[in-house]
């Protein structure tokens, strides 16, 4: 379906043309999502939870505003978020030198972490485990680090062509030995921050980004090399928050 | 819910959906200024798709916030009550996997990668693997709250299992694989799964419900890793017992 976007975007088909059987495919493949949950949770609510009345009404109110926000979100998506990560991807490797590019990776790793909301929900936990020893700053500034070199080493990977297995065996290796040495208080703590990096919005541009510059890069392919900066993001994060823990004691 | 928490719960809503948005508006603005240079026809569809994306998650969250948080407690607190591992198992393999069946990042994904290999590897099957391993991952966190088991016991073999696999499954596969983790722990697990955890481990474990319900996420981050590739490799199988 991006795909399908893309390209009218791209052709410059005016958009009224396609509009409305994309639109009517796009709401069936919400209601094609969020059916099976909706689903489940009914049939727990009969059999097993019977919560009072209001709550029930609640969760389905609830639902109605997810599949509004989801539809919305998926075109939006397509018009908007995706063919920004594209051009801007594609521009990068034409315009920019490797130092840009390296440089770019950063500064989307470390600004889309301290942007996070649970990063700060994370940054609190740690303050008052550590009971104040590492502030809030601290904590969002070194996972934002974290995040923004992993994401630049992964984008370094791809210009220079080393094998995504190599750098991965290498980050999950670092991964497992720092479990063994961090302060037991950190250590689920840090795995969990490993999912705080990759917000909605921020999935497409991040893979938008990728994609692009594997387009204009000689010999890259799309998938391999495409794909594989947000799980080096989320190991970014893990590994920051680990040291931070060694660091306290 | 009453008036004043709800006003809340749209402000902080609102925050969020603003913060998640301004590093990538002004990382392309940024862009457009120094390095694109695009026609302006363009940069009203990038605004406008922006802006639609934005407002849709907004009441995604909203509607996750109001209506899926709180009945997640409610399902985690009867689960716990219930007591009986039988049904936490069952309600967990099902719960992980119609969960991350609406993750919209989950979607968003694996439609990137049917693009991206022009078909090759359909979306849906990324989806169903990606739930798989999610689901499964659901079903031993809760069995690990009720015996207390410590969670290093599942995530150094569960990690080793993945750096192992990284060599035997195709480039293409390793990279999806990696992706699949970060988005499988999207605004829906993260609440309504770990609700559901916290629920369970405040009626049945004797530890601290938080460390129990962080355990949980890190575990729903490294099942799809595994699942992703285990279905590279299965297509491989496929195709040359094809040949």
């Known amino acids: ?249 | 819910m009453n008036d004043i928490s709800f006003v809340q719960e749209v402000a902080d809503t609102a925050r969020s959906v603003i913060m998640a948005v301004l590093p990538l508006a002004v990382l392309f603005a940024a862009f457009q200024v120094f390095l694109l240079d695009l026609p302006r026809k363009q940069i009203q569809s990038i605004l406008i798709g922006t802006l639609l994306a934005a407002t849709g998650l907004f009441l995604f969250l909203l509607g996750v916030g109001i209506g899926l948080l709180p009945f997640g407690r409610a399902i985690g607190a009867a689960l716990g009550s219930a007591g009986e591992e039988w049904v936490l198992l069952s309600v967990g393999l099902f719960l992980g996997f119609v969960t991350t069946w609406g993750e919209p990042a989950v979607r968003i994904l694996a439609g990137e990668v049917e693009d991206a290999s022009n078909g090759s590897i359909r979306q849906s099957l990324v989806v169903i693997a990606i739930c798989i391993g999610v689901s499964i991952s659901v079903a031993l966190g809760l069995l690990r709250i009720a015996y207390e088991i410590s969670i290093l016991y599942l995530l150094v073999p569960g990690y080793a299992l993945a750096v192992a696999l990284t060599w035997l499954s195709s480039k293409e596969f390793v990279a999806i694989a990696i992706d699949s983790g970060g988005v499988a722990t999207g605004p829906l697990a993260n609440t309504f799964l770990l609700a559901l955890a916290l629920g369970a481990s405040a009626s049945i474990g004797t530890q601290d419900p938080m460390v129990q319900g962080l355990g949980l996420v890190a575990l729903i981050a490294l099942a799809p890793i595994i699942s992703v590739m285990l279905l590279g490799l299965l297509i491989r199988r496929k195709a040359s017992a094809k040949e």
């Open chain 1, 1 to 249: 379906m991006s795909f399908l976007g893309y390209c009218c975007c791209r052709a410059g088909v005016t958009r009224g043309e396609i509009m409305w059987s994309e639109l009517k495919q796009r709401l069936a493949e919400v209601l094609q999502t969020v059916a099976p949950l909706i689903g489940v949770v009914c049939l727990l609510q009969l059999v097993i939870v019977q919560a009072p009345a209001a709550l029930f009404l609640q969760f389905l109110a609830g639902s109605v505003l997810i599949i509004a926000g989801m539809f919305l979100l998926f075109i939006g998506v397509d018009y908007g978020i995706l063919p920004m990560g594209r051009f801007v991807g594609g521009e990068l490797p034409r315009k920019g030198s490797v130092t840009l590019i390296v440089l770019v990776g950063f500064a989307m790793g470390f600004a889309t972490t301290v942007a996070e909301p649970d990063v700060l929900v994370l940054a609190s936990q740690v303050d008052e485990i550590s009971r104040g020893s590492i502030d809030r700053v601290t904590v969002l500034s070194v996972m934002a680090l974290g995040v923004g070199t992993f994401v630049a080493l992964a984008m370094a990977r791809i210009i220079y062509d080393i094998s995504i297995r190599v750098l991965l065996t290498a980050s999950l290796v670092a991964v497992i030995a720092l479990s063994f040495v961090t302060p037991e208080k950190f250590v689920p703590m840090a795995y969990d921050s490993g999912s705080v990096t990759t917000g909605v919005l921020t999935t497409p541009v991040v893979i938008a980004i990728a994609v692009g510059l594997t387009s204009v890069l000689a010999g890259r392919s799309p998938v391999s090399d495409g794909f594989g900066l947000l799980g080096f993001a989320s190991i970014g994060a893990i590994i920051a928050v680990m040291l931070m823990g060694i660091a306290m004691q």
